[in-house]
């Protein structure tokens, strides 16, 4: 893949690549314990996309998917990680996924929730991530139910927990995860949706910049890239995306 140097410099107006993490979601992106520094697929990606560009990579780290897509709408960062969604769309040119992560529901062992077709009813609260690819789904797709947002992703069993909700819902992993940690939790048997988690950059780049990164994913997932990212970070539950 040959880059234009035009490319390059509608992607590092600052000189520099800004790279916008999403440390909410464990899945793509986490922070090593003792040094702090961010790791994961996004991480991996982020840098080999620099080397594509041959330029100096900057990580701009957050703790939650809104601000992370909030800097690459603002420009304060060159690309980021999301998941796709019609509204971030509004902004940002997406690339085609490279994974595809599940959502999943969490209640209480006692709930009479059984099903997902149970969710929606107007006694129900269902906690998510502020700005998550679930809120945004959920605010359009819940029409009974009440959302109760939580800071963060990693935050929502928390707050299920904290407000004595109704119902949780995020990436299956994290859900799991929590759930393991606290007795009396249990998943839904069924997803909600399936998470397309593309790259993305400004649509005031252009459609040169939005093209060379689509491409740049395309060959990380025919290359085996992406997957062996997810295997050396000890990723299960997240598929690589199907070639577009």
Known sequence: MNIDQSVVTAFTPTGKLRASINLGNPILANKDAVSGE????????ARAFAER????????????????VQ?????RADFGFFAVDPLRAETIAFTAPYVLIEGYYLVRNDSPIKSNQD?????????????????????RELKAAQIVRAPTSPTVVQTFLEQNLEVAAGVKQQLEAD?????GLRLLDERFMVIQQAMGTPKRRGSAAAVALNVFVEEMK????????LQRHGIVGASVAPSA
């Open 53 to 68: 560009l041959n330029v100096e990579l900057e990580l701009m780290v957050f703790d939650a998917a809104g601000k992370s």
């Open 71 to 75: 800097a690459v709408s603002e420009e």
């Open 119 to 139: 969710v929606d009813q107007a006694h129900h609260r269902v906690a998510v991530g502020k700005g998550s690819a679930y809120d945004l789904f959920l605010t």
């Open 38 to 45: 961010p790791f994961g697929v996004s991480v991996d990606l």
């Open 222 to 229: 025919a290359s085996g890239f992406v997957a062996l990212s």
């Open 179 to 183: 759930a393991n940690k606290t007795p």
